[in-house]
């Protein structure tokens, strides 16, 4: 089943900080690799550290896109 992106994405700190120790939890054997990096740098790619920055309701994929765009012209 896919989750809907309202259940996956966190928008308040708390409420990542619940859903990263869940997914810590349940992958244990992958727990180490997720803290020494992804934890780390969690300002730069968690929703809830990111949506204060303004970006014009782009995506990363649409500015990509966007982007393609241009060039091919």
């Known amino acids: 089943m896919v989750a809907t992106a309202s259940s996956t994405w966190t ?3 708390h409420h990542f ?8 939890q349940k ?3 992958a727990a180490n690799y997720l803290h020494r990096y992804l934890y780390k740098c969690r300002e730069a790619w968690a929703l809830c550290f990111t949506h204060c920055a303004f970006n ?3 995506q990363s994929t649409q500015r990509v896109e966007s982007y393609n765009g241009i060039i091919q012209y």
Do not use: C, E, P
């Open 27 to 29: 992958y244990d054997d």
């Open 56 to 58: 014009a309701g782009m």
């Open 11 to 13: 928008t308040t700190k």
């Open 17 to 24: 900080y619940l859903k990263w120790a869940a997914l810590l």
